[in-house]
């Protein structure tokens, strides 16, 4: 019997208050490892005057592992979306006992990063996830069918057809191939050799078909079949490099032009590679590891959130961001790689938590920004509107690709301008 539900809860200290905001927030690391007691909320929760729940769900095959033999029987629903059931199972775990600890659970706003990102969009779109939440936080998030990922896994939605498929390879990895006793021979390995294909092939992600995620969460937002609820979005500015950093210490060895050129090969067509070297040559950046993370910022980033903030708001309250401070203090336990980490992938979190894998803000800078941040995020909570007295104002989003953009100095950032957008929309 799998025993990992837990949730974490951080209320503020020294406040009588009740029906304080509650925050949900769901965690990232790509659906295959994490936990909500990574992020330590007490300071969002004292400064903010809002409750936090950090739940756990399954990850990797436990969570998210597709599967025809797995359909039925006891299942409530389809395959392919165990960890954000466990998800929804936290958020009606809050609706029966957010007053036990002074939240309101009429007033619930769900907020996640990366993989957690793109659960936050999942439950968007999930029809038994309406009326669980109120206002939703997506963060550097893969919701709408991401034209690249980092390898695997890949944790942004799939169709049915694609994770169903992964999910037959790995039982005949595992001998378990026979329809009629699937599902039973699956259950009988040890959590140890299932946990093994956690990573391997497509890896782990929503399922999209049937179940909890009838349809994508792009066309869901296109089609205005989502739960309309006000929503924050963003992204860092340079959310490519913390990958580039990662990929160059896993194998040790360092993107070099030569291989620069064969990855930006290996993602366009012969032509369009010509146009992409032309546009981001390696002369204009300091290694060629940076001009590649350029590259697939703009690419997979910055462009798809402009056209999903554009999509978005067309139908509900967004308030758009990008997190843009260029000294955000890099993992201790990860090399620096040969040009400047800037606004790396996940950079932001340590700005809201206490992040055991960040070293968190220090200069008197960081720490404004950090406060400004957490100001952002629990006024949304407590009304849908990030703005407060004393805050640099932030407008909602307009079909101009302007975002508040989050550094040391409040600014408004030209999405489009900075990630060349027109020229990535002329790419097939």
């Known amino acids: 019997m799998e025993d990992c539900l837990y949730l974490n809860v951080a209320t503020p200290r020294n406040s009588g208050a009740r029906k304080l905001p509650v925050m949900v927030w769901i965690h990232g690391n790509g659906f295959i490892s994490g936990a909500g007691s990574l992020y330590d909320a007490q300071q969002l929760a004292d400064r903010g005057q809002v409750v936090v729940v950090s739940p756990n769900y399954r990850l990797g095959i436990f969570g998210c592992l597709a599967h025809p033999a797995l359909d039925h029987g006891g299942a409530r629903q389809l395959s392919g979306n165990f960890g954000l059931e466990d998800q929804q199972a936290a958020l009606r775990w809050v609706q029966r006992n957010a007053a036990a600890f002074g939240g309101d659970a009429g007033n619930v706003t769900i907020f996640g990063e990366s993989a957690g990102g793109t659960s ?61 006793t ?38 869901a937002f296109a089609t205005g079949r989502f739960n309309h609820v006000p929503i924050i979005q963003g992204i860092t500015r340079d959310e490519h490099r913390l990958f580039t950093a990662a990929i160059e210490t896993a194998i040790g060895e360092v993107t070099t032009p030569a291989s620069y050129r064969e990855q930006v090969s290996a993602k366009f067509d012969p032509s369009d590679t010509e146009r992409v070297l032309a546009r981001y040559p390696v002369d204009k950046f300091r290694s060629a590891g940076e001009a590649l993370s350029a590259v697939v910022t703009g690419w997979a980033w910055g462009c798809p959130v402009l056209e999903r903030n554009r999509t978005l708001a067309a139908r509900t309250p967004l308030y758009a961001y990008e997190f843009a401070d260029e000294t955000a203090p890099w993992f201790s336990t990860l090399p620096k790689p040969n040009f400047p980490t800037g606004a790396f992938h996940g950079a932001e979190l340590q700005y809201l938590f206490n992040d055991e894998q960040l070293p968190g803000p220090s200069t008197p800078a960081q720490k404004k920004l950090a406060a400004t941040m957490m100001s952002y995020w629990a006024q949304f909570a407590h009304t849908g509107n990030p703005n407060s007295p004393g805050q640099p104002r932030w407008q909602p989003f307009q079909d101009k690709g302007h975002v508040q953009s989050l550094a040391s100095t409040i600014t408004s950032a030209d999405l489009a301008k900075e990630h060349q957008c027109a020229f990535w929309n002329s790419i097939g």
Do not use: Y
């Open 120 to 180: 936050v969009c999942s439950q968007l779109v999930a029809p038994g996830s309406a009326g669980l939440f109120h206002k939703a936080i997506v963060m550097s998030a893969g919701c709408t069918g991401q034209k690249w990922s980092p390898g695997p896994p890949t944790w942004f939605p799939l169709p049915r057809s694609e994770r169903e498929q992964h999910g037959l390879e790995v039982a005949a990895e595992l001998h378990c191939s026979k329809p009629a």
């Open 182 to 219: 699937a599902a039973a021979c699956l259950r009988e390995k040890s959590p140890e050799e299932l946990a093994k294909w956690s990573d391997n092939g497509v890896g782990s992600g929503p399922t999209v078909g049937g179940g909890m995620l009838p349809i994508s969460p792009d066309r």
